[in-house]
């Protein structure tokens, strides 16, 4: 079982960017597809972003889509998320989550073992 630890979040100014890792250990990330998701307030976890295993492929949430940026580096065990242009509506609690899968997928039954969060708040 892999262990995720997500960093990164904080507050940020409506129009600001932050970039969140996610540090894995116990086990290698290679060969697995890597997701973020988030959960607002009063709200369902939803999908933001995902890289394949080659970090060749990628999805976006269309909400995101243009503004964020997924990414993984498999000599660090780490998956990153670079946000820019943000909004209020990113505001949210951010996981990171490895897939059982080499493709991406938007679907949450798809990833097995998850981090613990990080709150990303933008002010507007």
């Known amino acids: 079982q892999v262990h995720l630890v997500e960093s990164g979040g904080g507050l940020v100014q409506a129009g600001g960017s932050l970039t969140l890792s996610c540090a894995a250990s116990?086990?290698?990330?290679?060969?697995?597809?890597m997701g973020w998701f988030r959960q607002a307030p009063g709200k369902e976890r939803e999908f933001v972003a995902a890289?394949?295993?080659?970090?060749?492929?990628?999805d976006y949430a269309d909400s995101v889509k243009g503004r964020f940026d997924c990414s993984r580096m498999d000599a660090k065990n780490t998956v990153y998320l670079r946000m820019n242009s943000l909004k209020a509506e990113d505001t949210a609690v951010y996981y990171c989550a490895q897939s059982r899968l080499g493709y991406v997928t938007r679907n949450y039954w798809d990833y097995d073992d998850w981090g613990q969060g990080t709150q990303v708040t933008v002010s507007s």
């Open positions: 890289v394949d295993w080659s970090n060749r492929g990628t």
């Open positions: 116990g086990r290698t990330i290679r060969g697995y597809a």
